[in-house]
């Protein structure tokens, strides 16, 4: 093996972290010769934290909460938040996840500014019975509109198949009839428990003074005042290892069939073992069924595929998964010439020459990422709220140069079997 495997590579920026006293972690990436800023505050809270204990009680939150939460954090008696950072030139937006919340900005100027304003509207919320049940009606148009989408309808069809109690079977947004379920009081116990602190991440990276920021933030919260932190234990169901079903058709308004053919996890992971697994199973999928493998080109060019059909791996604490599929004309045909391709490999094991054009190809991407803030920041903070709490992104470099062959195929038979596979299919009614 050459030496260029482990060659040691000197990261273009530098990296500062630090435990604010209220428990927030921040981390600074300073980048001068860049002009964009990416920000993101973010909460280890997502929609599968829908049961929780804390000083002994156990509470249990309709299905959605986490997702209306985000919601409400926009609404400011005081200031229109989208217009106050459009003002100063930079946008603002959210997103929830399984398992965590993130309120971003990017902007070129005026970064200090943003900052404080970033901090100060995720750290204060407005609630009141009616501005609630408006936003009930809102989000239940958000639900009818994600359910007519044929592709979300798949995966989480898919995810349903795959999970029988694990609450990742259930839609991010939740349902209309939880969303209708939702309360001011249960809103609020929610912010007050997961919006903490020390429950949070701050990260930036960009084109501003690390001194002035780290200032800024620490003279913002040092004005605040927090509760002690809540001692949060996330309650989840026991789930089976095996999936609930192992095929799922569904018959809906589409054109163009869609097929998923999915993978469950048996466990969740944590820290430096999520990121050798996430990463390990990047470079495999890609050798598998990359647009440059030759599996791929195959189903392109008898007509099974567009080029719309990918590989995707999802992992996280509690839940793991692998989807693979897109458009399919015939989706029994491209689910029998997945599982057949499988089972080639599972016999011969990955052709060597794939599985290194792969891991080369996942390494010059991931360079090639460190100019992006918005790709190291998200990064960051997903990696960091999934327990990597010493993350680096020097850690992925590093699993991508010492990745072997026998580790790829060996996360192959762990994780690539028939037996906790799931075939979905969005066929026209």
Request: glycine content about 6%; some cysteine.
């Amino acid at each position: 093996m050459s030496d260029a495997r482990h060659v040691s590579l000197e990261l273009p920026f530098e990296t500062r972290t630090w435990r604010l006293q209220n428990g927030l972690v921040v981390t600074l990436m300073p980048r001068p010769a860049l002009h964009q800023t990416y920000a993101m505050f973010a909460t280890r809270y997502g929609s599968v934290d829908r049961a929780f204990r804390t000083d002994g009680q156990v509470h249990e939150m309709p299905d959605g909460i986490a997702h209306f939460l985000e919601h409400k954090m926009f609404e400011d008696p005081e200031m229109d938040v989208f217009a106050r950072f459009a003002a100063h030139g930079a946008s603002v937006d959210a997103y929830t996840t399984f398992d965590h919340t993130a309120y971003y900005f990017s902007g070129t100027g005026e970064i200090a500014k943003h900052v404080g304003t970033l901090l100060d509207f995720v750290q204060s919320i407005h609630l009141t019975d009616e501005n609630v049940e408006k936003e009930k009606g809102i989000i239940a148009q958000e639900i009818h509109m994600v359910n007519d989408h044929p592709d979300r309808r798949a995966y989480m069809e898919l995810l349903r198949a795959m999970y029988h109690e694990h609450p990742v079977r259930i839609d991010i947004a939740g349902t209309v009839e939880s969303v209708r379920a939702i309360t001011k009081e249960q809103l609020l116990l929610c912010y007050d428990t997961f919006y903490h602190p020390s429950n949070m991440v701050l990260v930036i990276a960009g084109g501003f003074d690390a001194d002035e920021i780290a200032h800024v933030i620490e003279e913002n919260q040092a004005k605040k005042s927090f509760k002690e932190p809540p001692a949060i234990e996330r309650l989840y169901p026991e789930e089976p290892p095996t999936p609930a079903r192992s095929r799922h058709w569904m018959h809906f308004p589409v054109q163009q069939p869609r097929l998923l053919v999915g993978w469950k996890e048996a466990n969740g992971a944590f820290g430096s073992n999520l990121i050798e697994q996430d990463t390990a199973m990047t470079i495999l999928l890609d050798a598998l069924f990359g647009p440059t493998s030759a599996f791929y080109q195959s189903l392109l060019d008898e007509g099974l595929v567009d080029k719309g059909f990918s590989a995707n791996y999802q992992l996280s604490n509690t839940f793991g998964y692998t989807l693979v599929g897109g458009n399919a004309p015939h989706p029994d045909v491209l689910a029998e010439r997945i599982q057949s391709h499988l089972a080639r490999v599972r016999e011969r094991g990955i052709d060597e020459e794939a599985f290194e054009r792969a891991r080369k190809k996942i390494m010059g991407r991931v360079l090639m990422s460190l100019d992006q803030n918005a790709f190291l920041v998200r990064n960051w903070v997903t990696y960091f709220l999934r327990g990597a709490e010493a993350f680096a992104f020097a850690d992925v470099i590093a699993v991508l140069q010492t990745m072997t062959l026998e580790r790829a195929n060996a996360r192959f038979q762990e994780h690539l079997r028939e037996d906790n596979m799931v075939v979905s299919a969005v066929v026209p009614s």
